[in-house]
């Protein structure tokens, strides 16, 4: 069983290895019971963010994770996939600038990812 912050990193490197970009990573365990970790990523189109969405669903099934749930919002402009210790939210750019999850989240802690992703935007 892995842990929450190990979860993350895999589905992380997952949206990184399919170009997802701006990739954000929230430890917000401290800030909510929602989750342990948010992790927000931006896909470059509607179809994008599906594809980005179907493949961390992937992944995270390969290494046993159990999906509990996925919602998709105005045709993929955000598609959220929550797994209990993480919650992954892939937005189109605009859907995301409205939305602005990071600033409502600001009291957060912004994981350092650098290791992890192959560029950072």
């Known amino acids: 069983m892995l842990t929450a912050k190990e979860v993350a990193y895999e589905v992380t490197k997952a949206l990184d290895s399919k170009k997802g970009q701006d990739i ?12 342990d970790y948010f ?3 931006t896909g470059t189109s509607n ?3 599906k594809t980005l969405c179907d493949f961390a669903e992937y992944t995270l099934e390969q290494l046993g994770e159990p999906l509990l749930g996925r919602e998709g919002h105005r045709g993929n ?3 959220l996939l929550d797994y209990g210790s993480i919650v992954v939210h892939v937005f189109t750019e605009e859907a995301r600038q409205f939305y602005s999850l990071e600033r409502l989240w600001a009291d957060a802690e912004q994981v ?6 192959t560029e950072e935007n």
Not at 24 to 35: E, G, M, N, P, Y
Not at 112 to 117: G, H, L, P, R
């Open 24 to 35: 954000k990573l929230l430890k917000i365990d401290k800030v909510s019971s929602l989750a």
């Open 39 to 41: 992790l927000i990523c």
């Open 47 to 49: 179809t994008h963010v």
């Open 112 to 117: 350092d990812i650098s290791t992890i992703v």
């Open 77 to 79: 402009s955000w598609e």
